[in-house]
């Protein structure tokens, strides 16, 4: 039974390995994408700037992403490999199209597209050289599936004293510049704006004379603006155009709604780019030099310390010391104190039928965390934007985790006796139900420790999902094994077992006490839930917990109330679950938008208005968070919500900006993304305009001091 279980979960996991390897593997994205790199002149002149062009050709029915990717996708990424001195300047988008994929609204292009990038030529080129232009073009091309991609782009060029435009790529850059978006004519300075009307935002174009405009549509700079697949309404009057917007989460003030806007009119579709636009993200135009001796160009965000170099044995490495710290964390306690319980009790027993439960212990570990991996792989292998913890991200997770915990809680006090395979207690069953209850208590810990962050992981973790399926897969397993690490090792060493005090009555007192911090998980869950859905929602969860124990009180007193009795009260307890569950169905359908709980000071996080305070040289300082992250919440009320914190922020006018990644939202993924996180916490420093310190996942208040330029009261605490 035990094997026909394991069997199960790994065959379980196996489709989402499959379908990430199928994506990956199967149809190879060079195939679909060809990409190439041109120039507008046929040499490079000291002093001028040249234009650059990254074309991309997509096979019919694919498709790549545009800057803001819409709902889901990534945009192409160009790390350029570039002599001393020559430096690119942000990427010039065309403007993209609306692509509907199913309930999801993506922008982005089809066909082919040219992305314009300029080229500073440094005065000290000398003329006759050859210089060579290349670099890394990464994208996610799209049909069904999503398949991430890579090119190796190079350009050689000569340098000399003029230049004239390239042969046979005039056509190619006219019909670029033709598809940018233009600016509002100068004689109709403030004729942009955007009104909050309700729950909906208005843009207004007044400008008369747009009678013959037929179709619009508004493309959003700034990720989570607005709530993309909805519906975009035109009216046009004698007065110009109004176009009405359904707001998003990142609750973007219609003050600062920037984007570009697409009209069709006559026939024709014209493009405008209204609003500032934000600075280009930190890998946008990353620079390498071309050779050793010189420097990183500006645009090239350090790495954290921890990430440097990394390789997959030394990912490996920093998994398993993340996952040994998991078992110190809050979210593991419950379950790692229950299991050690139930090791009391069996240490009478043979020294190989305590290994066997060791091992299945291990054995649910490991597997839940290769199933978890190779779902996340799948999932990204399709262009979700989710990270690690991401299931928590849906309520009907954290409504199952929390009603089965409370389960666990009501057995442990007593209320009901659900039997010793269910939580590796009890030793009236036979040897391979007890082995069951190991390897489901693996399964529980897995569960209930994603909430967590510990140390080093991060860095592991957001490299494991930059590699080959086998490569990821190999890091979560490390992390797994670190997990599972001190348990196994009492269970394969006979002496460290002679440590533990010998069964007794005190065992059932214990079993009892144990059953409190279990509670105050299913507290935690409930608070999680109720940052996710609205009030009826929250109702339907709570009502659930009812029935959950309704359905254990009736179990336990059908217990020897006869035939007739027993199998009424199994019925009954049935019943309750299966009501239980119902509700837990209904709670996608009461999600509730993002609500960041923000205290004094505290601004919510947008990348528009991140990039308006990094123009300003303003101290920003970005905390990632979400609701069932046990580390955020650590490290917000131990240091980030102590006084010395705040009145450092106060002093050093620092800007705080709280994002809330309880619910998927792609702006925080992609910022996670960025710095080579696949979940949160993160916390980010900007001073002025140069680039991000990444501050580690568990924070003190002289690394926080220290980040902000108060290195003084850091020292004098």
């Known amino acids: 039974m035990f094997r026909l279980l394991l069997a199960l979960l790994l065959t379980l996991a196996a489709p989402g390995l499959a379908s990430a390897q199928g994506a990956m593997t199967a149809v190879k994205a060079q195939d679909l994408v060809r990409a190439r790199l041109v120039a507008e002149s046929e040499a490079l002149v000291p002093g001028r700037t040249v234009t650059l062009g990254l074309h991309m050709a997509m096979k019919p029915g694919w498709h790549v992403y545009w800057r803001n990717p819409g709902d889901s996708g990534l945009p192409p990424e160009m790390a350029w490999r570039l002599p001393e001195g020559f430096t690119v300047g942000p990427v010039q988008w065309p403007v993209p199209e609306r692509i509907p994929v199913q309930t999801l609204m993506n922008f982005g292009y089809e066909g082919a597209v040219t992305l314009l990038v300029p080229l500073a030529v440094p005065e000290s080129a000398r003329v006759g050289e050859t210089v060579r232009l290349s670099g890394t073009l990464s994208y996610l091309v799209c049909e069904e599936i999503c398949i991430p991609g890579s090119a190796e782009l190079s350009l050689d060029l000569p340098v000399a004293a003029s230049a004239e435009p390239a042969s046979g790529q005039a056509a190619l850059f006219a019909r670029a510049r033709a598809a940018l978006p233009e600016a509002l004519p100068e004689a109709a300075p403030g004729s942009y704006r955007t009104t909050r009307e309700g729950d ?312 009892g006490a144990l059953a409190f911090p279990v509670y105050a998980t299913v507290a935690w869950l409930v608070w999680v839930l109720a940052q996710q859905v609205g009030p009826n929602g929250l109702l339907a969860g709570l009502t659930g917990l009812v029935l959950v124990a309704l359905a254990a009180w009736a179990w336990e007193r059908a217990r020897g109330a006869g035939r007739l009795g027993t199998g009424f009260g199994r019925v009954a307890a049935v019943a309750a679950l299966a009501a239980a569950l119902g509700l837990v169905a209904v709670l996608d359908g009461d999600r509730a938008t993002a609500r960041t709980t923000l205290a004094q000071g505290e601004e919510a996080f947008t990348q528009a208005r991140l990039d308006a305070l990094r123009a300003e040289g303003r101290t920003v300082f970005v905390d990632m968070t979400a609701a069932w992250c046990i580390t955020c919440q650590v490290n917000e009320r131990t240091v980030l919500a102590r006084e010395g914190v705040q009145a450092a922020f106060r002093g050093a006018q620092v800007v705080y900006l709280k994002g809330d990644w309880t619910n998927q939202n792609p702006e925080i993924t992609r910022l996670l993304e960025r710095h080579g996180r696949s979940g949160v916490p993160l916390y980010l420093v900007y001073r002025g305009q140069g680039e991000a310190q990444v501050l580690p996942q568990v924070l003190t208040e002289g690394i926080v001091l220290a980040a902000i330029g108060q290195k003084d009261v850091a020292a004098a605490q």
């Open 200 to 511: 909906r935002l208005v843009l207004h174009l007044d400008r008369p004379g747009l009678a013959g405009v037929t179709g619009a549509a508004f493309f959003p700079y700034a990720e989570g603006a607005l709530d993309n697949a909805a519906p975009q309404d035109l009216a046009v009057d004698a007065t110009g155009l109004h176009l009405t917007l359904t707001p998003g989460d990142a609750k973007v003030a219609p003050e600062a709604l920037a984007g570009v806007l697409a009209l069709t009119e006559d026939g024709t579709r014209k493009a405008y780019a209204l609003g500032p636009e934000p600075a280009p993200a930190p890998t946008a135009a990353a620079t390498v030099p071309a050779s050793p001796q010189a420097q990183p160009a500006a645009e090239t965000p350090p790495a954290p310390a921890e990430e440097e170099s990394l390789t997959l044995w030394s990912a490996a490495g920093l998994a398993l010391v993340g996952g040994l710290l998991l078992n110190l964390m809050p979210c593991v306690f419950p379950v790692l104190s229950i299991k050690v319980l139930s090791l009391v009790r069996q240490a009478g027993e043979s020294a190989t039928r305590v290994r066997l439960h060791g091992l299945a212990y291990t054995a649910g570990v490991l597997a839940s965390f290769l199933g978890l991996a190779g779902l996340l792989i799948a999932l990204k292998a399709g262009g979700a934007g989710i990270g690690w913890g991401f299931q928590l991200q849906s309520p009907v997770v954290v409504a199952l985790l929390a009603y089965g915990l409370f389960a666990m809680g009501l057995s442990l006090s007593g209320a009901v006796h659900l039997g010793g395979g269910i939580v590796g207690l009890g030793d009236g069953l036979t040897r391979r139900a007890g082995y069951q209850g190991s390897f489901f208590t693996g399964v529980l810990a897995t569960l209930v420790a994603t909430p967590c962050t510990a140390p080093f992981m991060g860095a592991a973790v957001g490299f494991a999902l930059t590699q080959s399926p086998l490569a990821a897969l190999t890091v979560f397993a490390s992390l797994g094994l670190g997990l599972a690490l001190p348990f196994l090792g009492l269970t394969l060493v006979p002496q460290a077992l002679r440590l533990l005090p010998r069964p007794g009555a005190w065992m059932d007192v214990l079993k």
